[in-house]
């Protein structure tokens, strides 16, 4: 069963509109990982939550992890064609082990019209 | 700093051969690694991870197999491929739990 739910699974805007991606889990996230990526190529690392209410911002993009730690939210401000792709979130829901794979949302697929 | 690299990108086999995919990790030590496969509407799905050689642990029951021979070697294989073995393979690595995933450029594999 999928155990990461990503909204929307795609989503097309205007350069220059702000949008969101939502990541739901219905366990505990011990760590989000966004991942951004262009089709038929690897996944390129954005950015890692771990704890409740942790915002973190690069350039346009910012990610939220609620303070339940089952929500991540992926917000971009003033949207260029460079952020056209497909974005990932991954997630740990296994508290402690020794291995660190995660597991995967489905990915929203983002197209930005100039 | 760390790179991935990963071979080849694009692979056409017809059912019944072989595969062999490779993966190397530079600039670092006995990393955590990882074989995921990406198929349309299914997402990423773990096959193989290993912790250090010669230690592999499967994620589901498969026509693959992964092995591990050096600290920075990964190796998706196959006796016989199926059409269902389609997909793109993507290697990954991290040097410890709660650190990201990085990822290889990934293999298209078509299987005929």
């Known amino acids: 069963s999928q155990e990461l739910e990503q909204s929307p699974q795609s989503l097309i805007v205007q350069e220059g509109k702000n949008l969101t991606i939502n990541c739901t889990s219905s366990?505990?996230?011990?760590?989000l990982y966004w991942y951004k990526q262009k089709y038929g190529e690897g996944l390129i690392f954005l950015m890692m939550?771990?704890?409740?209410?942790e915002e973190k911002s690069h350039e346009k993009i910012t990610a939220k992890l609620d303070e339940k730690k089952q929500q991540s939210s992926l917000h971009i401000t003033a949207s260029q064609p460079s952020h056209a792709g497909i974005y990932l979130c991954?997630?740990?829901?296994?508290?402690?082990?020794?291995?660190?794979?995660?597991?995967f949302g489905k990915g929203t697929k983002l197209s930005v019209k100039p | 700093s760390q790179t991935i690299h990963q071979w080849p990108a694009t692979l056409v086999q017809p059912v019944g051969s072989p595969l062999s995919l490779e993966c190397t990790v530079e600039?670092?030590?006995?990393?955590?690694l990882y074989w995921y496969r990406q198929a349309a509407g299914r997402g990423l799905q773990l096959l193989f991870y290993?912790?250090?050689?010669?230690?592999i642990s499967s994620e589901v029951p498969q026509n693959l197999s992964a092995s591990r021979p050096q600290d920075r070697q990964f190796i998706l294989s196959s006796k016989k491929l199926l059409l269902s073995d389609s997909g793109f393979y993507l290697c990954?690595?991290?040097?410890?739990?709660?650190?990201?995933?990085?990822f290889g450029n990934g293999t298209r594999l078509t299987v005929t």
């Open positions: 366990k505990t996230l011990y760590g």
């Open positions: 600039g670092t030590s006995n990393p955590n």
């Open positions: 939550l771990q704890k409740g209410g």
């Open positions: 990954a690595w991290n040097q410890q739990r709660n650190s990201p995933l990085h």
């Open positions: 290993s912790i250090g050689i010669d230690q």
């Open positions: 991954g997630a740990d829901i296994v508290w402690g082990g020794s291995q660190g794979n995660l597991i």
